[in-house]
């Protein structure tokens, strides 16, 4: 961003926050931004210092922002937007969702090959296999999440190798927004420096974990972590513990942010004034020689307690 996150949270009056709990502005900074054409090896030095590296522009804008459309055309049958708008904006509609309906719909999508074709854009492709230094795996686990303005719901603070602990911690996550995704919005947040505090957590949970099985050990549901793997649903007071900042960001159709399993990340509440719906993908990449975790492979489904 151009100017930092809690600058800009005090001109316009914007307040982050995420299950009732507001982040104050001294516990806000802007997460920065990374010109892809910087070069693999400089990328792959910002990813290891600072566990996160937002790559500005490195997907085509138009055909993003043509997969946010298409991806509403095919949820409009739930009620989900409002009519008389074209669909890449993404106007949620005030009433009447069908909402078993759009679950299903939001399933079809994430099997479909359009899904998968952007997912696997031949820029992202060339830049993992370059970052990860050989043939990069794509999980066919793949998220997909879309949350209307005014909604409790927010992803909770977790780090990702929770939920991969089958296969190798050689991952990463490439986050992307599927349109346009300013600070209101509610897009990632990530917990500075967090990245070697994730790491900190997994080693306690190894010395811990001698009691559980193996199926134990690999779960995020296991007797040891909160629940579902959080970290925390309270953000103000996870900066507040570890004396950091939460970074947030205006990101753009064709931004994509890889972040280490081991940053710790949460989303904040949709509080887009247009009222527009937030859309965003998270997809796992590895080199394809690593083991690989088999509970990935198969496609996202709701409930599917990963």
């Known amino acids: 961003m151009s100017i930092s996150a809690n600058a800009e949270a005090r001109k316009t009056g914007l307040s982050l926050a995420a299950h009732g709990r507001t982040i104050p502005a001294e516990r806000l900074g802007p997460l920065q931004s990374t010109d892809p054409a910087i070069g693999i090896e400089a990328i792959r030095r910002r990813y290891e210092e600072d566990g996160y590296v937002w790559l500005k522009g490195l997907l085509p804008r138009p ?4 997969f946010r459309r298409w991806v509403f055309s095919r949820l409009a049958e739930t009620g989900l937007l409002a ?17 078993s309906l759009a ?6 999508i994430v099997r479909s090959a359009a899904y998968e074709g952007f997912c696997a854009q031949p820029p992202l492709v060339r830049l993992m296999d370059a970052f990860l230094q050989g043939i990069s795996y794509l999980h066919k686990r793949k998220l997909m999440r879309y949350t209307k303005p005014g909604t409790a719901t927010a992803t909770p603070a977790h780090y ?46 190894r010395r811990r974990s ?27 007071d996870m900066a507040e513990r570890f004396d950091t900042r939460w970074l947030a960001a205006d990101y753009e159709a064709g931004d994509v942010v890889l972040h280490s399993p081991y940053m ?32 990935w492979s198969n496609h996202w489904s709701l409930g599917d307690m990963l």
């Open 103 to 108: 679950d299903r719909r939001l399933m079809s």
């Open 264 to 295: 710790i990340h949460a989303a904040t509440t949709n509080q887009d004034p247009a009222g527009r719906l937030r859309l965003s993908t998270d997809i796992r990449f590895q080199n394809v020689d690593d083991e690989i975790d088999a509970r």
């Open 160 to 205: 990702d190798l929770v939920y991969l602990r089958g296969g190798t911690n050689r991952l990463v996550t490439a986050w992307i927004p599927i349109g346009d995704i300013p600070v209101e919005m509610g897009g990632l947040v990530y917990l500075e420096g967090s990245h070697t505090i994730g790491r900190g957590m997994e080693a306690e949970f």
């Open 63 to 66: 055909e993003v922002i043509d």
């Open 210 to 236: 001698g009691d559980l099985s193996p199926e134990e050990r690999i779960s995020a549901y296991n007797s040891h972590m909160a629940e579902g793997g959080w970290v925390s649903k309270d953000l103000p």
């Open 83 to 99: 009519p008389g708008h074209d669909l890449a904006l993404g106007i949620a509609a005030a009433e009447g969702v069908d909402w």
